[in-house]
């Protein structure tokens, strides 16, 4: 899909640059380029087809579509005439394994000229559909700021997605701490290990983009005006609370584990208590058991307790005196 606007004289309008069969027509984007005032193409949800037409049509080196394409990691590239940004849409969808969701990217190209922007994605980013809606809806102080502040709103809200991606991973930890202080369950570190991962996949996209966008924020491109330093500058701070978030929330995470190991370390050290006392409660009763099933009888160095009339009795009432006695002095010394 690709759409274009141009504000000029204090409208916006916009301009189907599109031939009869769908594709971009490149007579009409030079066109939309070089028209006074300022340009917008939102080359979203396009093809890689779409996406080099648009390219040709503004002076872009297919490089940058080829990045875009190829989804590599956020950047910052100045040239002659424009400035390309490639930054990546973050936001938790349903993955493969059930009832957990998984921090999926997407990303999006910004090519901000003096007066013109083009915005290039293969997929549709729900971010660049808000800026536009806002733009279509006569808010032509979006463009009336020029392309690069156009640019920032774009950033701007891209940004502030990723801060409700890490609300629903802080909510997940909250569960996940409640857990594992009084549960062993298996499904525990499942979970943790899960969060764990979602935090690093949302790392890989935080990290190159905050070093990405301190080269907006310095104001280096000459494609970003002076005015307009400050609101990269809001984007970078806001970039670099996200990214000191995420490594509070790994630590969390990391701690949350640890949690989990000990809880499981001391349930099965309660279990083997119990066993151990059972064993040495049963040894010595094993071997009174033992001694008497031999049943040697019929000399007077053999077992005359055998003919006695207490004789089971008495090895009955020994045994349980054994018993207690043992118990007793584990529970006098804490064992049990």
Same mark, same amino acid.
């Given at each position: 899909?690709?759409?274009?606007?141009?504000?000029?004289?204090?409208?916006?309008?916009?301009?189907?640059?599109?031939?009869?069969?769908?594709?971009?027509?490149?007579? #009409?984007?030079?066109?939309?380029? #070089?028209?006074?005032?300022? @340009?917008?193409v939102d080359a979203t949800a396009?093809?890689?087809?779409?996406?080099?037409?648009? !390219?040709?049509?503004?002076?872009?080196?297919?490089?940058?579509?080829?990045?875009?394409?190829?989804?590599?990691?956020?950047?910052?590239? @100045?040239?002659?005439?424009?400035?390309?940004? &490639?930054?990546?849409?973050?936001?938790?969808?349903?993955?493969?394994?059930?009832?957990?969701? /998984?921090?999926?990217?997407?990303?999006?190209?910004?090519?901000?000229? #003096?007066?013109?922007?083009?915005? &290039?994605?293969?997929?549709?980013? !729900?971010?660049?559909?808000?800026?536009?809606? !806002?733009?279509?809806?006569?808010?032509?102080?979006?463009?009336?700021?020029?392309?690069?502040?156009?640019?920032?709103?774009?950033?701007?809200?891209?940004?502030?997605?990723?801060?409700?991606?890490?609300?629903?991973?802080?909510?997940?930890?909250?569960?996940?701490?409640?857990?594992?202080?009084?549960?062993?369950?298996?499904?525990?570190?499942?979970?943790?290990?899960?969060?764990?991962?979602?935090?690093?996949?949302?790392?890989?996209?935080?990290?190159?983009?905050?070093?990405?966008?301190?080269? &907006?924020?310095?104001?280096?491109?000459?494609?970003?005006?002076?005015?307009?330093?400050?609101?990269?500058?809001?984007?970078?701070?806001?970039?670099? /609370?996200?990214?000191?978030?995420?490594?509070?929330?790994?630590?969390?995470?990391?701690? !949350?584990?640890?949690?989990?190991?000990?809880?499981? @370390?001391?349930?099965?050290?309660?279990?083997?208590?119990?066993?151990?006392?059972?064993?040495?409660?049963?040894?010595?009763?094993?071997?009174?058991?033992?001694?008497?099933?031999?049943?040697?009888?019929?000399?007077?160095?053999?077992?005359?307790?055998?003919?006695?009339?207490?004789?089971y009795p008495a090895v009955m009432?020994?045994?349980?005196?054994?018993?207690?006695?043992?118990?007793?002095?584990?529970?006098?010394?804490?064992?049990?």
């Amino acid at each position: 899909m690709i759409r274009s606007a141009v504000y000029h004289d204090d409208t916006v309008e916009t301009v189907d640059v599109t031939d009869d069969d769908g594709d971009p027509a490149a007579d #009409d984007l030079r066109r939309v380029r #070089d028209t006074e005032g300022v @340009s917008w193409v939102d080359a979203t949800a396009a093809d890689a087809h779409e996406l080099r037409h648009v !390219a040709e049509a503004f002076g872009v080196h297919s490089l940058v579509v080829e990045d875009v394409v190829n989804n590599v990691r956020p950047k910052v590239e @100045s040239f002659e005439e424009y400035t390309f940004a &490639l930054v990546k849409e973050a936001e938790l969808t349903r993955g493969d394994t059930p009832f957990h969701e /998984e921090v999926h990217d997407e990303p999006v190209g910004l090519v901000v000229g #003096d007066d013109w922007l083009c915005v &290039l994605s293969t997929e549709p980013i !729900a971010a660049v559909d808000a800026v536009w809606d !806002a733009v279509a809806r006569g808010d032509g102080r979006l463009l009336d700021r020029g392309a690069d502040y156009a640019a920032y709103r774009v950033l701007d809200r891209l940004v502030d997605e990723y801060f409700e991606v890490l609300d629903r991973i802080e909510t997940t930890i909250e569960l996940v701490e409640e857990d594992v202080l009084v549960s062993t369950d298996i499904g525990t570190l499942e979970r943790i290990n899960n969060v764990r991962r979602d935090l690093l996949s949302f790392r890989k996209v935080t990290w190159p983009t905050r070093s990405a966008l301190v080269v &907006l924020a310095r104001g280096d491109p000459e494609q970003i005006r002076p005015e307009t330093e400050k609101y990269y500058r809001d984007v970078y701070d806001h970039l670099v /609370e996200i990214v000191d978030l995420t490594e509070t929330y790994r630590d969390l995470t990391s701690g !949350a584990r640890d949690i989990y190991l000990n809880t499981v @370390s001391q349930s099965t050290n309660e279990v083997m208590k119990t066993l151990t006392v059972v064993a040495t409660v049963f040894l010595p009763l094993t071997f009174v058991v033992g001694v008497y099933g031999m049943n040697f009888e019929g000399g007077p160095t053999n077992m005359p307790e055998l003919r006695w009339a207490y004789g089971y009795p008495a090895v009955m009432v020994g045994m349980l005196a054994v018993a207690v006695v043992m118990l007793a002095y584990f529970r006098r010394v804490d064992y049990i």
